[in-house]
């Protein structure tokens, strides 16, 4: 465990000011901090590397950290920690983020003991969607452990430790309990370490103790978790195959996402009365009634709302930007396709770097729309929108802002998928927003290339402008078409389609494409 070596009030990096301790793991604390220079409370996270760290090496750490839970901050607004700053200081890496509003996973069961299926079902669900997000775009987690959970009264869990897996040589910095065997034995992770880590905390969850206890060394944990056998859950109810099949010693035998997801969905569908558990209320500690925010000296006391702005108050204000740059720009409207001429000339550009683009027809009448394709069927949103979606296809995650919303459509596994964002407050140039406001978040994500040239047209009559790229590299590298368009007054919707870029130009993507764009529509549009 890590000591907490440094006395309370003490500056980190000459600004942050560490106030009290409320969260702890092997090999790390996380504190109350007050960023002296900005007036705004902070949660630092204080973790002890296993060598010192030259400049360079510290350069290259904090660095990773930060560009890692930017991108993903960027991908799953609201659900990941806002990592603001990294330091190295004497052999320990301070991650400092925004506020977040929630309570960390581990003092709560530390709290109120074991879970009941359903309630840990709901956390788990919320967790797949990030890990599917990060696994899409080619970012594994590699620390996820409860401390690195903070379950809010409301709104999704919101994840933070993105970025630290790596940024060593060792196999795992903190938590060694859930650490998958492929870590145990230092071999190379990749998204099924986060499954094996997903499969420990149910386990934690719902048994009330990890799969593997702690054995005081990293060493000693590890090899435990690579070598004994998995104690047989007990009250895993209907959980106990989902969980037991996430942990399976062999990485290639574990269960996949959409099983998991499955798995988690058939669990929350047999919710009763007696499964409902009221939201934890985070606690505000002693220590932070002394930290002094902007207005504090007029004698106003801070309140919640400006404690709570790392995360809620940080995506409203910037939720037109932060949603079109996670592979959307906020953009309105009802949808059309292009003819089949135009959906086969924009399928050559496009395998070709070219900047061909689905048409934009007038909008249809009723008694001219076509009819869908064979296995299509209309899906409409209790938000305000329908499309018509594939057979097989779901709604897999809903992310909400005060005045934003996004919604993801697929098959339940990775790539292709539909998503429709939605923002009330959109500039009047949706070329100037691709421009302005989105690209230049998604030059952060691995890999990314535009494809062609941000594009004006017209969509069922509103203004619009389609923007095309690829990010991700190896396997992990998708392809998206984004167009987005305005209704006016700052109202607008999005649509982006995704696939793997291996596969762009087969025919079933490329109709899909098109049959997204021909029926989506809007209510009241």
């Known amino acids: 465990m890590v000591k907490a070596h440094v006395s309370a009030h003490e500056l980190v990096a000459g600004r942050y000011r560490l106030l009290e301790v409320f969260a702890r793991e092997t090999n790390r604390l996380w504190w109350y901090a007050e960023d002296v220079a900005a007036g705004q409370p902070r949660l630092v996270a204080q973790t002890a590397l296993p060598e010192p760290a030259a400049d360079d090496t510290a350069r290259r750490i904090t660095a990773r950290v930060v560009r890692t839970s930017e991108t993903m901050r960027l991908l799953c607004p609201g659900q990941v920690a806002t990592v603001v700053d990294a330091v190295v200081e004497a052999g320990t890496l301070w991650t400092v983020t925004e506020w977040i509003d ?46 690195q959970v903070f379950v809010r009264n409301s709104g999704p869990v919101v994840v933070a430790g993105f970025g630290l897996a790596g940024t060593t040589l060792v196999p795992r910095l903190t938590a060694p309990s859930y650490a998958s065997p492929e870590q145990a034995r230092d071999e190379r992770v990749g998204p099924a370490a986060d499954l094996w880590a997903l499969g ?19 060493d000693a944990t590890l090899k435990a978790v690579d070598r004994l056998p998995l104690r047989t859950p007990l009250r895993a109810g209907p959980l106990a195959q989902a969980v037991q099949g996430l942990l399976r ?24 009365d007696a499964d409902r558990q009221p939201a934890p209320r985070p606690r505000l500690r002693g220590a932070y009634r002394g930290v002094r925010l902007t207005g504090a000296e007029s004698g106003r006391e801070p309140s919640r709302r400006v404690l709570a702005a790392g995360t809620a108050l940080a995506f409203v204000t910037v939720a037109a930007a932060v949603l079109a740059a996670t592979h959307e720009l906020p953009g309105t409207g ?117 494809v062609g040239n941000v594009r004006a047209t017209t969509y069922q009559g509103h203004k619009a402008a389609d923007l095309e790229w690829l990010a991700g590299t190896g396997y992990a590298r998708v392809h998206t078409f984004g167009r987005g368009f305005l209704l006016g007054g700052g109202d607008a919707f999005s649509l982006r389609f995704t696939t793997p870029a291996a596969v762009w130009d087969d025919a079933a993507d490329q109709l899909a494409l098109k049959t997204f764009l021909q029926t989506f529509r809007a209510s009241g549009d």
Do not use: C
């Open 200 to 218: 420990a905390l149910l386990y934690t969850m719902v048994e009330g103790r990890p799969p593997f206890r702690d054995r005081g060394r990293p």
């Open 249 to 272: 010693k062999n990485s290639r035998e574990r269960l996949t996402r959409p099983v998991v997801r499955e798995a988690l969905i058939r669990t929350l569908d047999e919710e009763t």
């Open 102 to 147: 929630g309570t960390p996973l581990s003092e709560l069961l530390d709290r109120e003991g074991a879970f009941n299926p359903v309630r840990a079902a709901r956390i788990g669900l919320e967790l797949l969607d990030v890990l599917q997000a990060a696994h899409d775009e080619g970012i594994t987690h590699g620390e996820l452990s409860p401390g």
């Open 334 to 450: 009802t949808a059309q396709a292009p003819d089949h001429a135009t959906a086969s000339a924009t399928s050559t550009g496009r395998s070709g770097g070219g900047t061909a683009t689905p048409s934009a027809s007038p909008t249809p009448s009723a008694s001219t729309r076509p009819a869908l394709p064979a296995g299509y069927r209309r899906y409409t949103a209790p938000e305000g929108f329908s499309v018509a979606l594939p057979a097989g296809w779901k709604r897999l995650t809903t992310q909400r802002a005060t005045d934003a919303y996004r919604i993801t459509f697929g098959h339940g596994g990775a790539s292709p998928t539909l998503a429709v964002t939605h923002s009330e407050h959109v500039g009047p140039d949706p070329v100037a927003v691709w421009q302005g406001d989105v690209e230049p978040e998604l030059e952060r994500l691995p890999g990314y290339q535009r």
